[in-house]
């Protein structure tokens, strides 16, 4: 079975591939000091209590904070004795290299979300991912990736507003009942939710018109259904984008080895 690893600023995502479905997925906090034994004793006690069968006999890792990647190595190697693929390294081949600026690297997470989009949907996609920083990514015809735009997350702007205002206090993100605040929360609420609806409606805009085709647009990310409500400009909402990724670039590697 397949490990597949998704390692974020914030969360780090676990999911257990059987090769045909994913018999389970579990999210941890990512933390560099967290050691491959740690982990180990983690996972193992969760596939225990979840009753599930898994021998791990391969792994692939995407991971947007380089730290962490030695531990996750160390964890398939020593436990489940396998060398894992780690996306954005020389060793794991995609299916179209991306097309940027010479000498720079894109970010595993953006790779994988531009093979998983394109398996679903074909070429000329724009995917928004919510995560830490809200990232969009142009996919061409071909499905290679060819550029984007990052933007700050939505609970980092949140944050930020609170630690900068001394007079602002931390709030969740919600969709508001109205635009109009009559408290300082709801208009703290209303500022990024209709905000961020402004921002993604207007980078979409600017993205569509520098490119000669129509754009669908996937979202995904924690955040992908709450935004949702405030716009019709989504073609499509998925959860599992990026693990579904990860499985695609794994069968690719095998299929090229």
């Not at 894109?106 to 074909?122: K, M, Q």
């Not at 998925?238 to 693990?243: A, F, R, V």
């Amino acid at each position: 079975m397949l490990l597949a690893i998704d390692c974020g600023n914030t969360n780090t995502v676990f999911s257990i591939w059987d090769g045909a479905r994913f018999l389970a997925t579990w999210r941890i906090s990512t933390d560099h000091k967290r050691t491959a034994d740690e982990y180990f004793v983690w996972l193992s006690s969760l596939l225990a209590l979840t009753k599930t069968e898994a021998r791990v006999s391969e792994a692939i890792i995407s991971s947007t904070v380089p730290r962490v990647v030695f531990n996750l190595r160390v964890l398939c190697d020593r436990y489940f004795n396998c060398r894992p693929l780690v996306v954005g390294k020389p060793e794991c081949a995609l299916p179209v290299p991306p097309r940027v600026d010479l000498g720079v690297t894109v970010g595993p997470d953006r790779l994988v979300n531009t093979v998983s989009s394109f398996d679903r949907h074909g070429g000329n996609l724009i995917v928004v991912d919510f995560g830490t920083a809200t990232t969009f990514d142009v996919v061409d015809h071909d499905g290679a990736y060819v550029g984007g735009v990052i933007a700050p997350g939505v609970n980092l702007s949140l944050e930020a507003l609170h630690m900068a205002a001394a007079a602002l206090p931390h709030v969740d993100i919600s969709k508001p009942a109205t635009a109009i605040g009559t408290n300082t929360v709801a208009c703290m609420q209303s500022g990024v939710y209709w905000g961020y609806i402004g921002l993604i409606e207007g980078i979409v805009r600017e993205v569509r018109r520098e490119r000669a085709a129509p754009m669908k647009v996937i979202a995904t990310g924690g955040l992908a259904s709450l935004f949702a409500q405030g716009t019709e400009l989504f073609d499509s909402i998925e959860d599992d984008l990026t693990m579904h990724g990860l499985v695609l670039i794994n069968d690719f590697n095998k299929e090229t080895a």
